[in-house]
């Protein structure tokens, strides 16, 4: 950026002025950022395997529909439930892991 200010400055001041310390909009964010990060790996694991939502969708008993949604980050049904059919499509596992991070990044 011309003026020496970073994308991260920016990102910061944006996170505290929005979020900050209130501890119900911190776990808002987290929850989301959680299921954005979801969304993108479902995503890239059924391009890589070279599925259709549909044929994704056939293979572990659902509509393409709710792989659409999965990979929106929009789905409300039992997430955990579908990603373990989806893991076990594509011969794949689910590795949960909590970590502490900071709250802005």
Do not use: C
């Not at 996170?15 to 890239?44: C, H, K, N, W």
């Not at 990979?71 to 892991?97: P, Q, S, W």
Request: proline share 2%; charged share 30%.
């Amino acid at each position: 950026m011309e003026n020496g200010k970073s994308t991260k400055d920016a990102f910061d001041w944006l996170y505290q002025e929005f979020i900050g310390d209130d501890p119900e909009r911190v776990s808002s964010y987290t929850y989301e950022l959680t299921r954005t990060a979801i969304a993108q790996q479902v995503y890239d694991l059924r391009v890589k395997a070279g599925l259709t939502h549909e044929q994704l969708a056939d293979m572990i008993g659902t509509s393409p529909e709710v792989i659409g949604d999965i990979e929106e980050a929009d789905y409300e049904g039992d997430a955990l439930v579908m990603l373990t059919k989806i893991a076990a499509a594509l011969k794949k596992r689910i590795d949960v892991r909590i970590s502490v991070s900071d709250a802005a990044t």
